[in-house]
């Protein structure tokens, strides 16, 4: 048996957190791989909106096994907050909650270092989400970081002090007032509710699940173009969030790796700073930003709009050896006149239809037109109703990415579920 990804494959907020929770039932075990609380994975049935931002989205099936990886962060009072949320939808996690003791900790001064440096920037900022995510990475990459193993062994309190203590240091090379002790209370309350979850060795659980023939699938967060390595650097996350990172952030190998479902919306959004090629900052974005709702679900910020992008999505499934795609939101395009699809890009003069290592100003984006439709597809849950206008969208995606298209999303709504 071999573990299936899912992944975003644009900027994020393609609605994986969604998708997770529809096929859960079919799976045994859901896994995050990556990234940390900066993630904000929406879930909506019965009349529920949740978001989860650490927790694998599979919490809502109650036979299914959720794993938080070892390449993931966690910050103990956002995971205190999300288990009492969960608790009030009386979704106990006790017995089927487990937590990698390769896991990374944030600590309250990774986020003040976050803010302090991101200040700083002023006009250069990368639009982090100021959860301390990028501090804890540098601190697991430069051998200084905290574990959830670490928690369960004599010193660790010790640890905590001496990488503190450290923490104090850098920051006084920024003027930014700061107070530790609120939120250090809270930290600690935090660490005890982590110490009542199972905290596992995981990549010797998913391995041994893997052998059992148990069905896994790892959940990644942001999405491939925010990716450490292979995104608009430097306004990208901190992490691997290409089907690589899956591998890393689990302990598996490479051909153990089955199925890579790649999850896209029909047009883009990004939130934050960086390039973004397609963008309109015009009454059509502004419409797709209000039909969408497209507004952070981790910062509440709103998120810049723009048609798809072909090359970029190209790209997305290149790097990630995609074998089927999920095209979400496609209720969002309902009304427009005319959808746009960039084809390829014009740099210097010159046609392109690849991703170049510069994404700037210099590249502009060349459309493709097509008729759009007035139906509602919100209600529709089977393919042949769609409208033809839709049909044919969707099947010049298809062909020009090579991919075929699996699933279609109409809504938030786990019913909201086409199966093509």
């Not at 997770?20 to 079919?26: F, G, I, T």
């Not at 002090?161 to 935090?190: A, I, P, R």
């Not at 650097?233 to 899956?246: D, L, M």
């Amino acid at each position: 048996m071999k573990l299936n990804v899912l992944l975003g494959l644009q900027w994020g907020d393609e609605g994986k957190g969604k998708i997770v929770d529809v096929l859960a039932p079919k799976y045994d075990v859901i896994a995050r791989f990556q990234g940390g609380p900066n993630a904000g994975h929406t879930l909506e049935f019965n009349k529920i909106k949740h978001v989860l931002h650490t927790i694998p989205s599979g919490v809502f099936r109650h036979e299914t096994i959720n794993i938080i990886g070892n390449g993931v962060v966690i910050d103990p009072v956002i995971f205190m907050k999300e288990i009492e949320e969960l608790q009030e939808l009386n979704v106990d996690l006790t017995k089927n909650l487990f937590i990698s003791k390769r896991a990374h900790l944030i600590l309250p001064s990774h986020r003040i270092l976050d803010a302090a440096s991101e200040a700083a920037k002023g006009k250069t900022k990368i639009g982090s989400t100021l959860k301390g995510i990028g501090p804890t990475y540098m601190d697991k990459t430069g051998r200084n970081g905290l574990r959830i193993g670490d928690i369960i062994n004599p010193g660790f309190k010790e640890k905590y002090v001496s990488l503190t203590n450290k923490h104090k240091g850098l920051l006084k090379q920024y003027d930014f007032e700061y107070d530790l002790k609120e939120y250090e209370e809270n930290w600690f309350k935090g660490i005890e509710l982590i110490k009542s979850f199972r905290i596992i060795e995981s990549e010797h659980e998913i391995n041994n699940y893997i052998e059992e023939g148990k069905l896994i699938l790892a959940e990644g967060a942001q999405g491939t173009l925010l990716d450490i390595d292979f995104g608009s650097y430097p306004f990208v996350t901190s992490s691997n969030t290409i089907c690589a990172g899956a591998c890393t952030g689990l302990g598996v190998a490479p051909n153990k790796i089955g199925s890579v479902i790649g999850i896209f919306k029909a047009y883009c959004t990004r939130v934050g700073s960086g390039p973004f090629p397609t963008e309109l900052e015009n009454e059509e974005g502004e419409i797709l930003r209000k039909q969408g709702h497209e507004f952070g679900a981790t910062t509440g910020r709103p998120r810049r709009c723009g048609w798809l992008d072909l090359p970029a999505l190209k790209y997305a499934v290149m790097l990630n050896g995609v074998t089927e795609l999920i095209i979400t939101k496609a209720d969002v395009l309902t009304g427009f006149d005319t959808i746009k699809v960039c084809t390829h890009y014009m740099l210097n003069g010159k046609k392109i239809n690849y991703l170049p290592y510069e994404i700037n100003e210099l590249l502009e984006p060349v459309f493709k037109e097509f008729k759009g439709w007035k139906e509602d597809i919100s209600k529709i849950d089977v393919y042949d109703q769609l409208p033809a206008e839709f049909k044919d969208y969707l099947n010049y995606v298809e062909n020009e990415v090579k991919v075929p298209i699996k699933i279609i999303s109409v809504g938030p709504d786990r019913k909201q579920t086409i199966f093509k």
